[in-house]
């Protein structure tokens, strides 16, 4: 079974930071688009950030531009995003999304999510 | 930025049919994804590509696109069903519309 497992959320004080990982398991991590998606509590859907899944391309909402990094390891079956400058407006849900096969290039549509780790910015 | 804008509610019968509908400026010349999340559990794609329904979706849920407007129907109507949709399409971004609530009444 494939297997996304979150981790590394937690409260924040503005301006802070956070890295997020995500551990994959039951998939060739490699070979898949991955990405992460957050959610406010009660409210919608919103990408962040996502991988080719040739591996060997990065995508960017506008809004986590400069702030954010995506990367992952391969070797270790696991995604990461950096999180600097956080505002209270990143506060949400983080989800690490796994793309379906049909994605070719794109890390999308999301065929498998994880469970979700809290970001809560505030001071 | 594109914006994809769905109805805030829908809600149908035990065994009718529910169409959840999501508009966009020229939806129809792109690939539209949707989403199912019940309270308290991450999303779940029930159909890719407009009309292809992903292994294990039930095949009461269908889907289309033309035009302006995308369409995911759920025929036959189960309680199950009962949950929040979401549609997706990209435009040099992953965009997700605002969320359907189905309520099957």
């Known amino acids: 079974d494939v297997q996304l497992l979150e981790s590394g959320g937690g409260l924040v004080q503005p301006g802070g930071s956070l890295r997020l990982s995500c551990a994959a398991s039951?998939?060739?991590?490699?070979?898949?688009?991955m990405s992460w998606v957050r959610q406010t509590p009660g409210k919608g859907l919103e990408w962040v950030s996502g991988?080719?899944?040739?591996?060997?391309?990065?995508f960017y909402a506008d809004f986590v531009k400069g702030r954010f990094t995506i990367s992952r390891d391969n070797s270790r079956n696991t995604l990461y995003l950096q999180m600097n400058s956080l505002r209270a407006e990143d506060t949400a849900i983080y989800y690490c999304t796994k793309a379906h096969a049909s994605s070719g290039y794109y890390p999308f549509p999301f065929d498998y999510w994880g469970q979700g780790t809290l970001v809560t910015v505030s001071s | 930025s594109y914006e994809l804008t769905q109805p805030p509610s829908v809600s149908v019968s035990p065994g009718q049919t529910a169409i959840i509908t999501c508009s966009g400026d020229?939806?129809?010349?792109?690939?539209t994804f949707w989403y199912q999340q019940k309270p308290g559990q991450a999303p779940v794609l029930v159909m890719y590509?407009?009309?292809k329904r992903p292994s294990g979706i039930p095949g009461r849920f269908s889907g289309s696109n033309s035009g302006n407007t995308a369409t995911l129907t759920i025929s036959g109507t189960q309680a199950i069903d009962e949950a929040d949709y979401y549609c997706q399409a990209w435009d040099n971004s992953v965009v997700f519309g605002g969320g359907t609530r189905l309520t099957v009444l």
């Open positions: 991988f080719s899944g040739t591996g060997d391309y990065t």
């Open positions: 020229k939806l129809g010349d792109k690939y």
């Open positions: 590509q407009d009309i």
């Open positions: 039951g998939i060739t991590f490699s070979t898949y688009g």
